[in-house]
């Protein structure tokens, strides 16, 4: 819908209550003084907080290895040195005393350099507090020098209908705004690794606005905005952002840990559809079923059992699966979670409190030649291996920013199952190019490639 007509809708339903009718047949409906409704007091208020980010990074002509050879870029016509990669895109001052910005981690991934552009055009240069590829949040900090921060809202209290704003640097072309509604929540399945929850909006959301925000007609975050489906690259009216809730919670420890410290849970579970609820002769289909629970864990300790039926944390309703798994991912370790479950007729609240993965391992850690700045120990539970844990990643090494993180879990080599180092080390000496790695992290398994 065209903004200017969306703006005239939302006024005509205002003026109903709020204005006098109108002094003549077809005529607008104005304000006392003469003014036409707007946003612009709103956009005036939340815009200087929105900013414009640009990234050098590294070419991919840089990250292979055969065109780094003088030789071979000659050959190929190539410049002597590589040129480095440059993109754009947005982010959202969050707090203006410490000077902290709101990103995609997709827009600062693999950067060199990070500046920030402010409404005023002043330019500033930005560190990487921290990046979170689960969620695709990350955080910078900027000099506080005369800045000014959105308010975080709740989007817990976002409904379907509500009005938002969509801010941000679509295509480069500088801060621009776009009106749209809530068209859904609790969106997910976009990839396989994230932990998702996205708020879906028909708000114009282009690349370039990754990282902006998301905003309620309260002059608040709503969202993160971070995704669009579009066949040709461009808005076609579905476009996601991360709930201000969870970029909060992982904000927060980001700024303790430089990272997200996800812990182990140790259940999974399945939706309740209307059918197995049926089947299991429940009142509702609300909350999800636990189909898994692994032995010496904290859902186990908690006391939780195959078929209790999850249907609240913490006190919030658990919609889905997905729900559950990112409530528990977004729990820092060492943090209890409160479990409302149903046991057949029986209602019972429980405690779980979230473990390291580390819990277990080896006190000698290992060094790796081929993860250079990791170190590994032996997973060991009930006095049998179970895997390989990673100790330690040294920030910036090349196992760092091939993307293993403390606490990370070695489960396999190119499909190749290892419960050892000594498994591990053998696996990896005699892999082929290149090397695929098997990592559990938390309660989510996907895949690393080694090049």
């Known amino acids: 819908m065209h903004a200017s007509i969306l703006l005239l809708r939302i006024w005509i339903a205002l003026a109903a209550f709020v204005l006098p009718a109108a002094a003549g047949a077809g005529a607008l409906p104005v304000f006392p003084d003469g003014r036409i409704p707007t946003l612009a007091p709103l956009i005036d208020e939340v815009t200087p907080a929105v900013v414009n980010i640009s990234v050098m990074s590294a070419s991919p002509e840089e990250e292979n290895p055969l065109l780094q050879d003088p030789f ?164 076609v009216g579905i476009g996601f952002a991360v709930p201000s809730n969870m970029a909060r919670a992982v904000m927060v420890q980001l700024i303790k840990y430089g990272e997200v410290r996800r812990g182990r849970f140790g259940a999974t579970s399945q939706d309740v559809t209307p059918e197995l609820a049926q089947a299991m002769d429940l009142a509702s289909s609300d909350g999800v079923v636990i189909v898994d629970v692994a032995p010496d864990s904290p859902a186990e300790r908690a006391g939780l059992r195959r078929g209790d039926v999850v249907t609240h944390v913490n006190g919030r309703r658990v919609r889905s699966s997905a729900d559950l798994r990112n409530q528990v991912g977004l729990t820092p370790v060492d943090e209890e979670l409160e479990l409302k479950i149903q046991r057949g007729r029986e209602v019972h609240v429980m405690r779980a409190r979230i473990e390291s993965v580390q819990a277990g391992v080896a006190r000698m850690a290992q060094a790796v030649p081929e993860l250079v700045g990791a170190a590994v120990g032996n997973l060991e539970r009930g006095g049998r291996q179970q895997g390989v844990v990673v100790v330690r990643v040294d920030r910036n090494s090349p196992a760092w920013n091939h993307g293993l993180r403390n606490g990370d879990v070695i489960a396999g080599v190119n499909r190749r199952k290892v419960r050892s180092v000594e498994e591990l080390l053998a696996a990896l000496k005699g892999a082929a190019r290149p090397i695929v790695l098997t990592i559990l992290r938390g309660d989510t398994l996907f895949s690393i490639q080694l090049r």
């Open 72 to 235: 071979f870029r000659r050959f190929f016509g190539l410049p002597d040195r590589p040129e480095p990669r440059l993109s754009a895109g947005s982010g959202v001052i969050v707090d203006a005393t410490q000077g902290y910005v709101l990103t995609n981690h997709h827009v600062i991934r693999g950067a060199r350099e990070v500046v920030v552009t402010l409404k005023d055009r002043r330019q500033l240069q930005a560190k990487i507090v921290g990046s979170d590829a689960g969620t695709d949040i990350a955080l910078l900090k900027i000099p506080n020098e005369r800045l000014k921060a959105l308010p975080f809202g709740d989007s817990e209290a976002l409904r379907v209908g509500d009005f938002v704003l969509a801010l941000g640097n679509p295509f480069g072309l500088g801060q621009t705004v776009t009106s749209g509604i809530i068209s859904a929540l609790g969106r997910s399945g976009l990839s396989i690794e994230g932990y998702e929850d996205f708020v879906q909006t028909d708000a114009a959301i282009n690349p370039g606005n990754s990282g902006g925000a998301l905003v309620n007609l309260k002059g608040e975050l709503a969202g993160i905005n971070t995704a669009i489906i579009g066949p040709a690259g461009g808005n």
